[in-house]
């Protein structure tokens, strides 16, 4: 008789699944549904930067890149720092280049994490932060963003944070501007939570890839707050910032001694990846003010679309001060299960949306909530709008 066979994925990757946002937009694509739940951008990058990709390709760049990126993208990396951040950072010795945000996250946490040891997240949490958590055998802990009241937005609780903290924490893992909640961290919430690294000496990897997309209030990295340079992995991409999701050109900003230690687990994730785009990337990072203040200005035109137009309709809808995405309370269209409706919705209502109690530990008490992603066509939005607001139950 033949044995039943069990998967064959180790325990303790036993939770990671297919992702929420790869079945709902599978499913919008079989209804050809308007599709506001994933995160990619329906334009692509400006034209210089496509033509700096053609060029690359003309001029050879076909071979392995060194390492930790090819020279000219680590300066400019160090430079776009400067630029707008007012970072000083080493190119040489500060810089590595990496296969996306994801690719710099998931370095990090390998290189820094023993099993067993702590990693602080925010709840809801961006999903790749979760898997390579458990990949690195380390213990996920979440503090919870509180749900937006009458009063006020998504809203971290401080003393949550730092009542999390623990002997066995060994790295805070923060995200702002934040995926799902368009939570944008303020200077003072940065600088409560510098004092508290500092005092806990705590290592923090900082998820920044919404960086330019800020249009109400600034971005202010972590790694620029007092005492927080020598003990800060800044994450980002080209990836939101020129609508090039696809190209997965990111980096990890850190001092020598955590730059060397996610150098040494890089290598052997992917070595080096996707050499022409590393030189457009020079090109596209480079790109004059008027480029940046567009990429700012076209984002948050869209979210202004979506907000006014939902609460044109009595739609409850919390404008985000960055990020791609605004949040909606699905309660006040009649769906009190976001999943549920997320399900159905490409089929029965012609639109995606993302439930955000998938990206929680505590699903129940964001039940309502969905996250609407501002990165598409016009046109795509509104018919998206008028669609959720058509799925109204009355
Ligand atoms: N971090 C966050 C918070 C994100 O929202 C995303 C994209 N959805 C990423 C990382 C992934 O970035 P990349 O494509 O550059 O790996």
């Known amino acids: 008789m033949q044995r039943e066979r069990t998967a064959p994925i180790a325990t303790r990757l036993r939770g990671l699944s297919t992702s929420v946002f790869s079945e709902i937009s599978a499913l919008a694509h079989q209804h050809g549904a308007a599709n506001l739940g994933q995160g990619f951008p329906d334009d692509g990058p400006p034209e210089h930067v496509v033509a700096a990709a053609h060029a690359a390709l003309d001029a050879g760049h076909h071979q392995y890149a060194p390492g930790p990126g090819i020279p000219a993208l680590r300066r400019a990396i160090a430079d776009h720092q400067q630029r707008f951040h007012g970072q000083h950072v080493d190119a040489e010795t500060e810089v590595t280049v990496t296969f996306g945000a ?39 802990v979440r503090v919870p963003i509180d749900p937006p009241t009458e009063e006020r937005g998504w809203h971290l609780d ?8 623990t002997p066995r924490t060994r790295l805070l ?14 200077a003072d919430e940065l600088d409560r939570i510098a004092s508290l690294c500092v005092d806990r000496d705590l290592t923090v990897v900082t998820d920044e890839v919404y ?9 202010v990295p972590l790694a620029t707050r007092p005492g927080m340079a020598e003990r800060t992995l800044t994450v980002s991409s080209l990836g939101k910032t020129f609508s090039c999701t696809g190209w997965k050109v990111g980096w990890a900003v850190a001092p020598p001694p955590l730059t060397e230690a996610v150098r040494a687990v890089k290598q052997f994730l992917s070595f080096a990846g996707g050499t022409p785009l590393q030189h457009a990337a020079v090109t596209a990072l480079g790109s004059d003010d008027t480029t940046y203040a567009e990429v700012t200005a076209g984002n948050a035109r869209r979210h202004a679309l979506i907000v006014d137009r939902l609460r044109d309709a009595d739609v409850r809808v919390v404008p985000s001060a960055g990020t791609y995405f605004v949040t909606v309370d699905l309660a006040s269209l009649g ?9 159905r919705a490409p089929e029965e209502h012609g639109v995606a949306v993302v439930p955000i109690a998938a990206f929680s530990g505590t699903p129940d008490a964001l039940r309502s909530w969905a996250r609407l992603a501002a990165c598409k066509r016009e046109d795509v939005l509104v ?12």
């Open 102 to 140: 994801t690719e710099a996250v998931t370095a990090a946490v390998l290189a820094l994490c023993d099993p067993g040891d702590e990693v602080i997240v925010l709840d809801p949490v961006y999903d790749s932060y979760t898997a390579v958590i458990a990949m690195a055998a380390a213990a996920e």
């Open 158 to 165: 401080l003393d949550r944070l730092a009542a999390a903290i």
């Open 173 to 186: 893992l923060l995200n702002s501007p934040h995926n799902p909640t368009g939570l944008v961290l303020t």
């Open 211 to 219: 960086e330019h997309l800020v249009h109400d209030g600034s971005h």
């Open 335 to 343: 769906h009190d299960d976001a999943d549920a409706f997320a399900r």
């Open 383 to 394: 018919l998206g709008i008028d669609r959720l607001i058509a799925s109204r139950r009355r």
